[in-house]
């Protein structure tokens, strides 16, 4: 396939002549190949595919030797790694490291207005996770099945997931015995006012709030106002 200035023969050639400079660039898969666009990747370039290759994603510079082995990443995200040995990244305002990935894992966040606050977080794949961050408290135990988080607005457990879920926060208040009931407060987030109330029962079948009976397929009501 192809437009105006390329054609390509996936997966195997790739060839594009750029509009601002002329240049003709092709690429050989797996042989050789300097492409400014290729799948999701910006001017890769790549010879004996896995051998060596490196490309941009939104200008961040990636380089691997025997993909995915031996792996590392040019400024603002800088990383490296020896897949899945050991490795480690700094992304934003963290810095994550791992040890036989996924089975160890853990971070170091420092402050940052859009994200969870300064702190620690680990996880031991399949067993235990922590979080421990100026917003965000959670522990996790044989994940995702057993957890408890709690930040400055809302509350969480999971024990065991899916069957029990309880959540406590400014939009609602939730308990669900799954697939037998659940009830939810829904709240008004600016004033915590109760804005609704649902019950369901088997997993949705039946639902009722505070304007409407629904019984899946089979009646539904609604209350006029």
């Not at 898969?29 to 994603?57: C, E, K, T």
């Not at 990636?62 to 899945?84: E, Y």
């Not at 939810?184 to 006012?193: N, R």
Request: aromatic fraction near 18%; proline fraction near 8%.
């Amino acid at each position: 396939y192809g437009h105006e200035g390329s054609f390509n023969l996936f997966p195997l050639w790739f060839s594009e002549t750029e509009r601002e400079t002329d240049e003709f660039k092709w690429a050989l898969f797996p042989l050789y190949g300097s492409h400014p666009h290729m799948l999701f990747m910006d001017d890769i370039h790549f010879a004996l595919w896995p051998l060596y290759m490196d490309y941009s994603v939104k200008d961040v510079r990636s380089h691997a030797v025997l993909w995915p082995i031996f792996s590392w990443k040019d400024s603002p995200r800088d990383a490296v790694g020896v897949w899945p040995l050991f490795g480690w990244s700094r992304l934003r305002e963290s810095t994550h490291r791992y040890v036989l990935w996924p089975i160890l894992t853990w971070a170091d966040h420092y402050e940052d207005r859009d994200t969870s606050g300064a702190g620690k977080s680990g996880m031991l794949w399949p067993i235990f996770g922590v979080v421990e961050r100026e917003r965000e408290r959670q522990v996790l135990v044989l994940p995702p099945f057993f957890s408890w988080a709690k930040t400055p607005e809302t509350w969480r457990l999971r024990c065991p997931w899916p069957l029990v879920d309880i959540e406590l926060g400014p939009k609602r208040d939730r308990w669900s015995v799954w697939p037998l009931v659940e009830r939810s407060v829904q709240k008004s987030y600016g004033s915590g006012e109760v804005d609704d109330v649902i019950w369901r029962f088997g997993w949705q079948l039946v639902e009722k709030t505070n304007s409407r009976l629904n019984i899946f397929p089979f009646f539904t009501k609604e209350k006029d106002f």
